[in-house]
């Protein structure tokens, strides 16, 4: 019996959720990290209500996974269904954010970071300031506002699946 308990707390335990891990922008290999973590940290959009940073950071990565796969530097074997719901994906996230037509994914996922970086650091002056382009055609307080509360994007989170699977196809 106190076997049987102990295996149900292990069992419990794997399955809690794990934080965030937004290292991607700072380990060896950020395309690797950051497809590796997609899962976790995009698939349940709702854990950043109330948490503009980590929304930006959740944002950032899809960009910069986007920027990578336009860039096409690495070789990555995406499973099929990941090309199909990647535009969706894409549509869902500068749709919310309001980002103008044309802008660079690294351009405004960088902005988003700093974004992040600041508010984290409680300086809201700074993380208004980064919101501050023209690419982000709802302004600084439109876009905190979003990040706030981000709507459901379901191409995305479903994605997220897809992307941490491509990781273990990177050539």
């Known amino acids: 019996m106190r ?3 102990a295996l149900l707390v292990l069992a419990i335990a794997a399955c809690a959720p ?11 290999d950020p395309l690797y990290f950051a497809l590796s973590t997609a899962q976790r940290n995009l698939s349940s959009l709702s854990e950043y209500q109330g948490k503009p940073d980590g929304a930006a950071m959740a944002m950032a990565q899809f960009l910069f996974i986007q920027a ?11 499973p ?10 894409d549509w869902e996230v500068k749709g919310a954010l309001g980002l103008a037509d044309g ?3 690294r351009q405004a996922g960088s902005a988003l970071r700093r974004f992040a970086r600041a508010w984290a650091a409680g300086d809201q002056q700074a993380a208004l300031a980064a919101l ?13 506002a979003v990040l706030q509360a981000l709507p459901r994007m379901p191409a995305l989170e479903n ?10 196809n990177i050539q």
Do not use: C, K
């Open 3 to 5: 076997r049987a308990a």
């Open 18 to 28: 794990r934080p965030p891990d937004f290292s991607y922008a700072t380990s060896y």
């Open 68 to 78: 990578e796969l336009q860039d096409e530097d690495a070789a990555i074997g995406m």
């Open 80 to 89: 099929a269904a990941a090309w199909g719901l990647l535009p969706a994906a």
């Open 103 to 105: 802008v660079s994914p």
């Open 132 to 144: 501050n382009r023209p690419y982000f055609t709802l302004g600084p307080q439109g876009t905190l």
């Open 159 to 168: 994605l997220s699946f897809q992307l941490t699977r491509a990781a273990g």
